[in-house]
Each structure stands twice: as structure tokens, then as C-alpha cells.
Nanobody, 121 residues
């Protein structure tokens, strides 16, 4: 059984910062790419940032220069540092990870339960 648990969401004023964390636990042999997605009310879930096992990162245009994704492979944890937050960043943020549970297992994509980020104007 694999779990991804997010933390760090909350309410912040525009221009403020938050740091999200997502820790993987359970039967994890290896984690390939890890990513953050978000879903605002009435909108589809969209990718925010992604980081490979080697540390290569990609960002949505809307967050470039403001958000930073990092990971700690020893802790099976991915982080999202969010600076200069805007009201349009308000959403539920979800962690995603491509995980193998054994050396020979297929890689599956797992999701966390989500954490709410609300940015007030």
C-alpha cells in the first residue's frame, strides 16, 4: 500500500508565501517523476510543476518565477515553495508521483488527497 500525504496548505494574503509538502509512505521501491497539480472550483485539474528523479523541473507558465519544486529522495518527499501568491492561485493542490513498489513492478501513478490553498486579495 502506498500513500501520498500533503501538508502546508492554508489561507494567505496576496503577495504572501506558502510551502507545500508531500510525503510518500508504504511499499515504495523507487519514485520517478513527482509533480503538483491544482484544481480551482469549476475548473479542470491542471499541472503546476514537475520534477524528475534526476532533478529536472518544469513549470506551468502561470507560476514560472514564483513557484519552486524540489524533492528529497531519501525522504520520498516533494515540496512546492509558492511565493508572490495571487488570488488566482486559489485551488486544491494535489501531489502526484510515479512509483514502483518492487524492482520488477509496473510503475503506477499515485495521488494525494489534496490540500486547500486560498489566497485573499
Amino acid at each position: 500500500q502506498v500513500q501520498l500525504v500533503e501538508s502546508g496548505g492554508g489561507l494567505v494574503q496576496a503577495g504572501g508565501s506558502l510551502r507545500l509538502s508531500c510525503a510518500g509512505s508504504g511499499s515504495i521501491f523507487s519514485i520517478n517523476a513527482m509533480a503538483w497539480y491544482r484544481q480551482a472550483p469549476g475548473k479542470q485539474r491542471e499541472p503546476v510543476a514537475r520534477i524528475t528523479s534526476g532533478g529536472t523541473t518544469n513549470y506551468a507558465d502561470s507560476v514560472k518565477g514564483r513557484f519552486t519544486i524540489t524533492r528529497d529522495n531519501a525522504k520520498n518527499t516533494v515540496y512546492l515553495q509558492m511565493n508572490s501568491l495571487k488570488p488566482e492561485d486559489t485551488a486544491v493542490y494535489y501531489c502526484n508521483a510515479d512509483i514502483k513498489t518492487t524492482r520488477w513492478a509496473t510503475t503506477y501513478s499515485y495521488w494525494g488527497q489534496g490540500t486547500q490553498v486560498t489566497v485573499s486579495s
